[in-house]
């Protein structure tokens, strides 16, 4: 069993559409209910630290979707975006 | 506001799909990501650095805007070509700073001051942030743009997610810029822009289509001038002196010509394939550079129709420097 907050990779959940199993995903929709997709996430059990947070594990698909993100009734999950680090070099010259 | 995240949800259902309803400050925080990616390279999983070298930079603004006119950039739409017809013009516009950047006469005059290069890098950093995120947010969310959440006129870099807002007022004359352009709020320019996008898509008419995209390329040039260049480098009294002093004829032999050649080369030999800024042109003046940039647009407005194939083919040629490198030594 994957522990949400212990580094979840979402490739090793099954994509069951079975009655009475809890299967949680997000979606991201916009305003209109139309899909965002391409988002880099990541989804911790939730109140655990979320980082590395720049670290993702996946993003969202054509439809807004992520994969399953918890298999566990009743478990709670904190869902991030995982916005890319950058770094800017502020030597004298460069700006 | 934008949302608060985390999101929490509780897996209480079968088959439960917690939705996430991204406002503006969220989608424009992807388009300002999508900007400075754009100018970065990747170091490690997610993790980048901003590319040093000012002409690479001014040469990747010059791919993206090329790639936003042909469509090919992400979400673009090659049903609707010709929609961001400001881009076009943008893109050689981008091609002739890196080239500035690159010429000697301004490299000698680094030795005296970095003023010009450094405004010329600022303006075009931060042009490229206002502008380029707007066409990706509406090649992505047209439905949110000017209709349904309305963001277009509601961008404002205080409403990025922290994260966002956090690079954005990291990367380079961020303190003496995003006040400058009004928080990137939208001017009334570029709303109007792109209601003319939406004209263009719409219009079957050739030569409507036409006048349509000249009118759309002329209230992105407004924008872009008026509203972000101006007040953000031109309005600078150490670049518009040091303007007026490339001007004096004791230094104009060696500074470089205001020159806007329709070409992925610097130099053109062709007078047909490039437009020279009137002698008596004072760039720091907003009217006397609109009146040049006039003049321009209606020769690149020319040269769309008479020589498409090859405006075409020199502007997948600057698309093609997407991924400009950056130098080892960067001074």
Redesign the interface.
């Known amino acids: 069993m994957t522990q949400l907050g212990e580094g979840v990779d979402v490739s090793s959940f099954t994509d069951e559409?079975e009655?009475?199993?809890?299967?949680?995903?997000?979606?991201?929709?916009?305003?209109?209910g139309?899909a965002?997709s391409g988002?880099?996430f990541k989804t911790v059990k939730?109140g655990t630290s979320?980082d590395p947070?720049?670290?993702?594990d996946g993003e969202t698909s054509f439809n807004g979707?992520t994969p399953v993100v918890?298999?566990?009734?009743?478990?709670?999950?904190?869902?991030?975006?995982?916005?890319?680090?950058?770094?800017?070099?502020?030597g004298f010259?460069?700006? | 506001m934008s949302i608060d995240?985390?999101?929490?949800?509780?897996?209480?259902?079968?088959?439960?799909?917690?939705?996430?309803?991204?406002?503006c400050g969220?989608?424009w925080?992807?388009a300002h990501?999508f900007t400075?990616?754009r100018l970065?390279d990747e170091?490690a999983?997610?993790?980048?650095?901003?590319v040093?070298l000012f002409s690479a930079r001014a040469k990747r603004i010059a791919a993206t805007y090329a790639r936003f006119y042909l469509e090919t950039e992400d979400g673009g739409n090659p049903d609707v070509l010709g929609r961001y017809y400001w881009m076009a013009l943008g893109a050689f516009a981008s091609k002739t700073v890196g080239c500035l950047l690159d010429s000697f006469q301004l490299n000698a005059m680094y030795v005296a001051s970095k003023t010009i290069p450094?405004g010329l890098a600022q303006g075009n950093l931060w042009l490229f942030t206002d502008i380029a995120a707007s066409h990706w947010f509406y090649n992505h969310?047209r439905?949110?743009f000017q209709q349904?959440?309305m963001c277009a006129k509601n961008r404002d870099v205080n409403d990025l997610?922290d994260?966002?807002k956090s690079?954005t007022n990291?990367?380079?004359?961020a303190d003496k810029s995003i006040s400058k352009i009004n928080n990137f709020k939208p001017s009334s320019d570029i709303i109007e822009g792109f209601k003319w996008v939406e004209k263009i898509e719409n219009e079957r008419n050739p030569v409507q289509k036409r006048k349509h995209q000249l009118a759309q390329l002329l209230a992105i040039a407004e924008h872009e001038q008026g509203a972000v260049l101006q007040p953000l480098i031109y309005e600078n009294p150490d670049f518009a002196g040091w303007a007026k002093i490339q001007r004096s004829k004791w230094v104009k032999w060696m500074s470089p010509n205001y020159q806007l050649s329709f070409s992925h080369i610097c130099e053109v030999e062709d007078s047909d394939l490039k437009s020279n800024a009137p002698n008596d042109m004072q760039i720091e003046n907003y009217q006397s550079r609109m009146d040049w940039i006039g003049q321009a647009a209606e020769k690149f407005h020319g040269l769309m129709k008479r020589k498409n194939d090859y405006m075409l083919q020199e502007l997948k040629t600057v698309a093609g420097w997407v991924d400009s490198p950056d130098a080892a030594l960067?001074?």
């Open positions: 559409e009655e009475g199993l809890f299967r949680l995903r997000f979606i991201l929709l916009d305003g209109n139309e965002v988002v880099r939730s979320a947070l720049h670290l993702a979707m918890s298999r566990t009734k009743d478990e709670e999950v904190d869902f991030f975006i995982a916005w890319a680090k950058l770094e800017v070099n502020k010259f460069k700006v | 995240l985390p999101v929490t949800a509780k897996n209480d259902t079968n088959m439960k799909a917690e939705k996430v309803i991204c406002d969220l989608l925080s992807l990501q400075y990616l970065s170091t999983d997610n993790e980048y650095k901003l040093d450094r969310h439905g949110n349904g959440m997610q994260t966002v690079i990291d990367l380079p004359w960067v001074y």
